[in-house]
Nanobody, 117 residues
Framework: QVQLVESGGGLVQAGGSLRLSCLAS????????MGWFRQTPGKQREFVAS???????NYADSVKGRFTISRDNAKNTVYLQMNSLKPEDTAVYYC???????????WGQGTQVTVSS
């Protein structure tokens, strides 16, 4: 089973930047898509961004032009660069490994991002 560990969250003022990292265990990382999701209390977890093994990216409309997802397969790591942060970006951010028919999806433990106004 793939294990994920996120880091890089914290407190930042509106307009600031943060970079989240997600380190994955296992050699299968490079051939699978990865994603970032976020969740606030009382709400469902929502999609933020994803990246395929070939580097194709997809973003939620709310973060397009401000967030960038990338990956370094040599380091088994996926990143989320967040610029021009807004208070409404405040959430716990989760990294997701998109599994296969024989390997389940995996989630990290989450990292808190707080944007003050």
């Amino acid at each position: 089973q793939v294990q994920l560990v996120e880091s890089g969250g914290g407190l930042v003022q509106a307009g600031g930047s943060l970079r989240l990292s997600c380190l994955a265990s296992g050699s299968i990382f490079s051939i699978r898509a990865m994603g970032w999701f976020r969740q606030t209390p009382g709400k469902q977890r929502e999609f933020v961004a994803s990246i395929t093994s070939g580097g194709e990216t997809n973003y939620a409309d709310s973060v397009k032009g401000r967030f960038t997802i990338s990956r370094d397969n040599a380091k088994n790591t996926v990143y989320l660069q967040m610029n021009s942060l807004k208070p409404e970006d405040t959430a716990v951010y989760y990294c997701k490994f998109y599994g296969t028919i024989i390997l389940a999806d995996a989630w990290g433990q989450g990292t808190q991002v707080t944007v003050s106004s």
